[in-house]
C-alpha cells in the first residue's frame, strides 16, 4: 500500500495523524509523535517540526534520517532468505513445524472470531497487556478495517484445522530506508497459543511467510520489529534468519523546552540524552 492509503488505513482505526511538511506522524507516547511507517527515511525541514510542535504543544517528534544522531536497530529478514539462512537447531524445528502445520492466508473473518482468544493466552504468557490486541470491540474493528486493504493480511499456522499461530502483515510500497525505495513487508504483530507450540508453528509460519512476501510479493526485505529488552526474543530472530538493520534517526523537542530547560536542570539533563 502507498503511504496514502497506509494512513487512511490507521485513521478508520481511529489513530489520530499530524502531518509535518508533507510526512505522517502519530502519537508513540503521550505528546511525543513519531514519523510514519517509523523505519521509512524521510527529509523534514527543522523549522516545520518547530512550527508545528508549537501548535500542537507536543514535546518532540522521532523520524528516520540518514544524518540522524542517534540509531534503532531493525530485524529484517536477510538476503536470499530460505532454509539455509536459519540457525542448524531452528532449521530442524522449522522442517518439523511444515510438517505437522499447515501454513496459508487467513480470511480476517475467521482473524475476527478466533484472534482474540490467541491474543489473550499470548498477552497473559508473556505477562503483558495490550490495550488493543486483547481488546474485543478494538480487535473487531482491527479485522473489519484490514479486510478492506488488500496489503493488509494474515497468515495462520494450523494443527489439525485449529489456528495456532498467526502474524498480522502490512506491505508498504515505495518506502525509503537507508537510501533505497523499496516495496516491504511489516510484520506488525505476530501471536501463538501455547498449547500447539510443541508442533513448532511459529517457526514454520515465520519462514513460510517470510519466504512468500520475498519471493511472491515481491517485497525487498521483511521486517520483525526492532531489538527490545527480551534477550531471547533477539535470539530466536536472529536464529530465524533476520539480522539487525541500524536506523539512524532524530529527535527533536518542541523549542519551548529548550528555553524551559535553563530554568529546570532536570530537564536540561533529558534534552541532552
Known amino acids: 500500500m502507498h503511504l496514502q492509503e497506509y494512513v487512511k488505513f490507521l485513521e478508520m482505526l ?13 502519537a508513540y507516547r503521550p505528546f511525543f509523535y513519531w514519523s510514519l511507517p517509523r ?6 525541514r527543522d523549522y516545520k517540526i518547530f512550527y508545528r510542535l508549537l501548535l500542537t504543544k507536543a514535546l518532540g517528534v522521532i523520524f528516520p534520517i540518514g544524518d540522524g544522531n542517534k540509531l534503532i536497530n531493525f530485524f529484517v529478514s536477510q538476503p ?3 532454509i539455509k539462512t536459519l540457525h542448524s537447531k531452528k532449521r530442524n524445528q522449522t ?3 511444515l510438517e505437522r502445520c499447515v501454513i496459508q492466508l487467513v480470511d480476517w473473518e475467521q482473524m475476527r472470531l478466533e484472534g482474540l482468544d490467541i491474543n489473550r493466552e499470548s498477552l497473559e504468557r508473556q505477562q503483558r497487556r495490550s ?9 473487531d474493528r482491527q479485522c473489519r478495517v484490514s479486510a478492506q486493504f488488500p496489503d493488509v493480511k494474515a497468515w495462520g499456522a494450523f494443527v489439525e484445522g485449529n ?8 506491505i508498504h510500497d515505495n518506502v525509503t530506508m537507508n537510501g533505497k525505495q523499496e516495496r516491504v513487508a511489516n510484520i ?10 510443541k508442533h513448532y508453528p511459529n517457526e514454520a509460519l515465520i519462514y513460510t511467510v517470510t519466504k512468500e512476501l520475498r519471493d511472491i510479493h515481491n517485497c525487498a526485505f521483511v521486517m520483525l520489529g526492532n531489538t527490545s529488552d527480551d534477550p531471547k526474543l533477539t535470539l530466536w530472530k536472529r536464529h530465524m534468519g533476520y539480522q539487525e538493520e541500524p536506523v539512524s534517526f532524530r529527535v527533536l523537542a518542541n523549542p519551548v523546552l529548550h528555553v524551559a530547560k535553563y530554568f529546570v536542570p532536570k530537564l536540561k539533563n533529558y534534552l541532552n540524552k
Request: aromatic letters at 22%; zero cysteines; glycine letters at 4%.
Open 188 to 197: 506488525a504483530h505476530f501471536m501463538s497459543d501455547s498449547r500447539y507450540l
Open 95 to 97: 522442517r518439523r513445524g
Open 39 to 44: 523505519f521509512a527515511n524521510y527529509q523534514i
Open 131 to 139: 490495550g488493543r490486541l486483547d481488546n474485543a470491540h478494538w480487535w
Open 163 to 170: 489456528l495456532t499461530a498467526y502474524v498480522h502483515v502490512i
Open 14 to 26: 481511529d489513530q489520530k495523524i499530524y502531518w509535518i511538511d508533507d510526512v505522517p506522524f502519530s
Open 80 to 82: 536470499q532468505y530460505d
